[in-house]
């Protein structure tokens, strides 16, 4: 769960969410094993969603420089 909140922070800049995200959903799919069955579906549902806003932001940012709307220094 803690990587699920941590990964959501960091989605804005993808090159720290993606692994985060990814991190964390292989964390929590191991925890549905363990007790807290709970806290494991809370990290593996925010770490989905940090990691469909991750790619969601490297995409849209790899296109707009594509296209010039967005110079890269």
């Given amino acids: 769960m803690i990587l699920g909140i941590i990964s959501l922070i960091t989605w804005l800049i993808p ?16 925890g549905r094993k363990s007790e807290s069955k709970g806290k494991a579906t809370t990290g593996i549902i925010m770490s989905s969603i940090a ?14 420089v594509a296209s010039g709307k967005l110079p890269v220094s």
């Fill in 15 to 30: 090159l720290f969410g993606l692994p985060t995200s990814i991190i964390g959903l292989i964390l929590g799919i191991i």
């Fill in 51 to 64: 990691l469909v806003l991750t790619i969601v932001n490297a995409a849209l940012g790899a296109y707009l």
